[in-house]
């Protein structure tokens, strides 16, 4: 079950019938053409978003449209949207910022995590690759996760 949205990002008017149509959305549901970080931070928002953008919100959703070269550029009916749509999806996007600034994803994250502790020394060199105070405890859950059983904060 795809949870209710917060804001709908999109200019198309019949997309944002389409949402309310089944369900993900409700008229109180706030629709805005453009956002900014602001916007949509810790929500949970529908449309296609940049992913510096999406990681700032708590969930995007999207509703996957199977265009055919003839669609593309157009104005969709509700109809053809009812035709091409695919089921909702919904992603947490999350990145990790170092303290000099480097963006790492979570699974980046976990990777680099895997390799290190095959050093001698993985903490030490964990800490200082990445100049962060994680503990030992926190380098060890992290290295042991598998990308797809992580929880997401």
Not at 65 to 72: G, K, M, T, Y
Not at 79 to 100: C, K, L, Q
Request: aromatic letters at 4%; charged letters at 30%; proline letters at 4%.
């Amino acid at each position: 079950m795809t949870r209710h949205i917060d804001l709908i990002v999109t200019r198309h008017s019949a997309l944002v019938d389409y949402l309310r149509e089944i369900g993900v959305a409700d008229a109180e549901t706030p629709v805005k053409a453009h956002v900014e970080a602001d916007d949509i931070r810790g929500r949970h928002v529908c449309g296609v978003l940049p992913l510096h953008l999406a990681a700032e919100a708590a969930s995007v959703t999207e509703i996957p449209l199977a265009l055919a070269p003839e669609d593309r550029g157009q104005e969709l009916s509700i109809d053809r949207i009812r035709e091409i749509a695919g089921a909702p999806r919904t992603y947490f996007v999350r990145g990790t910022t170092t303290t000099d600034g480097r963006v790492f994803t979570r699974d980046e994250a976990a990777d680099l995590a895997r390799l290190i502790l095959k050093w001698e020394a993985a903490t030490a060199a964990w800490r200082r690759l990445l100049q962060n105070s994680s503990s030992a405890e926190e380098f060890m859950r992290l290295a042991a996760r598998h990308p797809d059983d992580m929880e997401l904060d």
